[in-house]
Nanobody, 115 residues
Framework: QVQLVESGGGLVQAGGSLRLSCAAS????????MSWFRRAPGEERELVAR???????NYADSVKGRFTISRDNAKNTIYLHMNSLRPEDTAIYYC?????????WGQGTQVTVSS
């Protein structure tokens, strides 16, 4: 069983920045494919960014150039650096680990961007 704990959410004005963190349990974190998802009110959950075991990253078109995903295998942690935040980025942000095709989710952290 893998446990994921997100942190770093909060209230920020449009144009501001936040850094989300996701700490994972387990001894083999470097073998986990990691992702950030988000769910806005009344919307489906959507993929925001992904980083695989080799460090290759992918982003949703809506966040390209503004968000950066990274990982620190020594700390069992991934990050989501969010810049130039917009009101439409308001959502609950979830961390997901994919291990041998099985997905594990964190409980989420709220990000609210005021206009």
């Amino acid at each position: 069983q893998v446990q994921l704990v997100e942190s770093g959410g909060g209230l920020v004005q449009a144009g501001g920045s936040l850094r989300l963190s996701c700490a994972a349990s387990g001894r083999t974190f470097s073998t986990y494919d990691m992702s950030w998802f988000r769910r806005a009110p009344g919307e489906e959950r959507e993929l925001v960014a992904r980083i695989n075991v080799g460090g290759v990253t992918n982003y949703a078109d809506s966040v390209k150039g503004r968000f950066t995903i990274s990982r620190d295998n020594a700390k069992n942690t991934i990050y989501l650096h969010m810049n130039s935040l917009r009101p439409e980025d308001t959502a609950i942000y979830y961390c997901r680990a994919t291990i041998l095709s099985r997905a594990y989710w964190g409980q989420g952290t709220q990000v609210t961007v005021s206009s």
